[in-house]
């Protein structure tokens, strides 16, 4: 008999050893808190570390003991899966943001298995900060109310949403078609939006672009869940009253009406475009999206009666990619993006590529076929000395009859001269000719390419309305020409000279604040020095 009650009492212990050790790595529900107390800490994933949560958001969670889901801690738990039923998402601290609209970007749902090692919640942090509503982002577990359970925290700091999504600002400079310096005009360009409209996440927006007799007029509405659906909605309305120059040197050309108070040492281009593009997108994973656009424009241009130039050596007529009077521009884009990066602005560390086609459409009313190819990529790594370094690569090109401001225009490649401004060119000298090649013949190209590196430096690092500030600097070399580089290149030019290639270069800071991301690069100001490398031949 005492023999038997001390078998029995073995096995009690050895059962209840047995069920303690089983439950060592499981989160347990425990008895909520009396009213008014705090709650513990909820357990971060990884290595993300949770926001100190707000008073009001931590007196009315649930009691819950940390868990222990680092899969860092011992060589044991890093060969072990911890994995977890998923009871609920939680968000806290998103005092104007819906939460409807952070799980929109959660594909975690109650109910599903998760794996605290899985790399898509780190995606998921990368894709809310993307969103610019939130300046921190941290997902941590606190345990659920059923054993095995555990619900997934997501802890915002929220950030001002009206923001300048793109400014421009600097001197257009002006020469003669012999290369001899003119007055330098001013231009400037301005994009706001409202990114999370009353908190719903949908996006409105306008922009302007001035430059010496030009504008341009932008306005965008975009709902990432258009009538709740995973379908986003996207209206763009355009307006550009604008001017084009033409011509390498020697130009002659006759015009008429308003061109007749043009420039008179360039082929003139003035020319109206009204429109507007209807899109739809939709995410195919957490960092891989897909668009599709419709645009329609009308187009009214001036085009000079007769003219011509001096390309390389020889005399010939200037091809003006825009067809007189009233045209129109009917065309498909599709677009597809894959986006890891940690942040939108001062990224340190991930990948953004992006695949593009456009295709001008005649059976539907344009005046212009063409199809046109865009792949750019772009990885970022952090150092071990929290410097970061950039490697950027973009490739395109166009088949058919685009107009012109559909072709890739040098000013977008090289640093030294201002890129586009809604569409808008405002400077008319081209490009510095380090490499002594007939890239200073093309404005306007069929393919383009170019590569660079760019080296950054965190200076400031900041909370309030200055989040950070880096210094950069970069170089790289590009390429943009059009057919006739290839079939008819210039005269004058031997060898590699027919080549359209030339070295770029920027140095500045950029800011990222409360109203947006800044760039204050001091390239345009080094391409007005006069001591620009080669000359037109």
Same mark, same amino acid.
């Given at each position: 008999?005492?023999?038997?009650?001390?078998?029995?009492?073995?096995?009690?212990?050895?059962?209840?050893?047995?069920?303690?050790?089983?439950?060592?790595?499981?989160?347990?529900?425990?008895?909520?808190?009396?009213?008014?107390?705090?709650?513990?800490?909820?357990?971060?994933?990884?290595?993300?570390?949770?926001?100190? $949560?707000?008073?009001?958001?931590?007196?009315?969670?649930?009691?819950?003991?940390?868990?222990?889901?680092?899969?860092?801690?011992? $060589?044991?738990?890093?060969?072990?899966?911890?994995?977890?039923?998923?009871?609920?998402?939680?968000?806290?601290?998103?005092?104007?943001?819906?939460?409807?609209?952070?799980?929109?970007?959660?594909? =975690?749902?109650?109910?599903?298995?998760?794996?605290?090692?899985?790399?898509?919640?780190?995606?998921?942090?990368?894709?809310?900060?993307?969103?610019?509503?939130?300046?921190?982002?941290?997902?941590?577990?606190?345990?659920?109310?059923?054993?095995?359970?555990?619900?997934?925290?997501?802890?915002?700091?929220?950030?001002?949403?009206?923001?300048?999504?793109?400014?421009?600002?600097?001197?257009?400079?002006?020469?003669?078609?012999?290369?001899?310096?003119?007055?330098?005009?001013? =231009?400037?360009?301005?994009?706001?939006?409202?990114?999370?409209?009353?908190?719903?996440?949908?996006?409105?927006?306008?922009?302007?672009?001035?430059?010496?007799?030009?504008?341009?007029?932008?306005?965008?509405? =975009?709902?990432?869940?258009?009538?709740?659906?995973?379908?986003?909605?996207?209206?763009?309305?355009?307006?550009?009253?604008?001017?084009?120059?033409?011509?390498?040197?020697?130009?002659?050309?006759?015009?008429?009406?308003?061109?007749?108070?043009?420039?008179?040492?360039?082929?003139?281009?003035?020319?109206?475009?009204?429109?507007?593009?209807?899109?739809?997108?939709?995410?195919?994973?957490?960092?891989?999206? =897909?668009?599709?656009?419709?645009?329609?424009?009308?187009?009214?241009?001036?085009?000079?009666?007769?003219?011509?130039?001096?390309?390389?050596?020889?005399?010939?007529?200037?091809?003006?990619?825009?067809?007189?009077?009233?045209?129109?521009?009917?065309?498909?884009?599709?677009?597809?993006?894959?986006?890891?990066?940690?942040? $939108?602005?001062?990224?340190?560390?991930?990948?953004?590529?992006?695949?593009?086609?456009?295709?001008?459409?005649?059976?539907?009313?344009?005046?212009?076929?063409?199809?046109?190819?865009?792949?750019?990529?772009?990885?970022?790594?952090?150092?071990?000395?929290?410097?970061?370094?950039?490697?950027?690569?973009?490739?395109?090109?166009?088949?058919?009859?685009?107009?012109?401001?559909?072709?890739?225009?040098?000013?977008?490649?090289?640093?030294?001269?201002?890129?586009?401004?809604?569409?808008?060119?405002?400077?008319?000298?081209?490009?510095?000719?380090?490499?002594?090649?007939?890239?200073?013949?093309?404005?306007?190209?069929?393919?383009?390419?170019?590569?660079?590196?760019?080296?950054?430096?965190?200076?400031?690092?900041?909370?309030?309305?200055?989040?950070?500030?880096?210094?950069?600097?970069?170089?790289?070399?590009?390429?943009?020409?059009?057919?006739?580089?290839?079939?008819?290149?210039?005269?004058?030019?031997?060898?590699?000279?027919?080549?359209?290639?030339?070295?770029?270069?920027?140095?500045?800071?950029?800011?990222?604040?409360?109203?947006?991301?800044?760039?204050?690069?001091?390239?345009?100001?080094?391409?007005?020095?006069?001591?620009?490398?080669?000359?037109?031949?």
């Amino acid at each position: 008999m005492i023999l038997r009650r001390l078998l029995r009492s073995a096995a009690l212990c050895c059962a209840v050893f047995i069920a303690t050790s089983s439950r060592a790595d499981e989160p347990a529900p425990t008895a909520p808190p009396a009213p008014g107390a705090a709650t513990a800490p909820s357990t971060p994933i990884g290595s993300m570390t949770p926001a100190a $949560p707000s008073t009001a958001a931590t007196a009315t969670e649930p009691a819950a003991t940390a868990t222990a889901a680092s899969s860092e801690r011992s $060589p044991r738990a890093s060969s072990t899966k911890v994995r977890y039923s998923l009871e609920g998402v939680e968000i806290r601290g998103n005092t104007r943001t819906t939460s409807r609209v952070v799980l929109r970007y959660v594909k =975690f749902r109650a109910g599903d298995v998760l794996d605290v090692d899985d790399p898509e919640l780190t995606l998921v942090r990368y894709r809310l900060l993307g969103t610019g509503f939130f300046s921190s982002v941290q997902l941590s577990l606190r345990k659920g109310k059923e054993r095995g359970s555990a619900i997934l925290v997501i802890d915002v700091v929220e950030r001002n949403t009206l923001i300048l999504q793109g400014l421009w600002l600097g001197i257009a400079a002006d020469e003669d078609t012999a290369g001899n310096s003119k007055p330098n005009s001013p =231009f400037l360009g301005a994009q706001v939006a409202e990114t999370n409209l009353l908190g719903s996440g949908i996006t409105v927006g306008a922009g302007i672009g001035i430059a010496a007799d030009q504008l341009a007029l932008r306005a965008r509405f =975009f709902d990432p869940a258009f009538l709740g659906t995973g379908w986003s909605a996207q209206v763009t309305a355009l307006y550009t009253d604008a001017r084009d120059f033409f011509g390498n040197k020697d130009v002659l050309f006759e015009a008429s009406g308003i061109l007749s108070r043009q420039v008179p040492d360039y082929a003139v281009v003035a020319y109206r475009r009204a429109g507007a593009s209807l899109g739809t997108g939709h995410d195919l994973g957490v960092s891989t999206q =897909f668009s599709l656009d419709y645009r329609l424009e009308q187009i009214e241009a001036v085009l000079p009666k007769i003219a011509s130039h001096v390309r390389g050596n020889t005399r010939e007529p200037i091809e003006i990619p825009m067809l007189p009077g009233k045209s129109a521009l009917s065309a498909l884009r599709a677009t597809i993006a894959y986006d890891t990066r940690d942040l $939108p602005f001062l990224t340190t560390r991930g990948t953004f590529a992006q695949a593009a086609i456009t295709a001008g459409l005649p059976p539907i009313g344009s005046s212009y076929g063409f199809a046109k190819v865009e792949l750019s990529y772009q990885k970022w790594w952090r150092l071990p000395w929290k410097h970061v370094v950039r490697f950027d690569a973009f490739v395109g090109g166009i088949g058919g009859d685009a107009p012109f401001f559909e072709k890739f225009y040098v000013g977008d490649f090289t640093d030294l001269l201002p890129d586009r401004v809604l569409d808008l060119a405002p400077d008319r000298r081209q490009p510095p000719n380090y490499l002594s090649t007939d890239i200073v013949e093309v404005r306007y190209g069929d393919f383009a390419a170019r590569l660079d590196l760019e080296y950054r430096v965190p200076v400031y690092t900041g909370k309030g309305s200055i989040y950070g500030v880096d210094l950069f600097g970069r170089t790289g070399i590009y390429c943009v020409a059009s057919q006739r580089e290839f079939t008819d290149p210039p005269s004058g030019y031997q060898g590699a000279a027919r080549v359209p290639i030339d070295l770029t270069y920027n140095v500045g800071l950029r800011v990222d604040t409360s109203i947006g991301g800044i760039t204050l690069a001091f390239s345009n100001l080094l391409g007005l020095l006069p001591a620009r490398g080669g000359e037109r031949k």
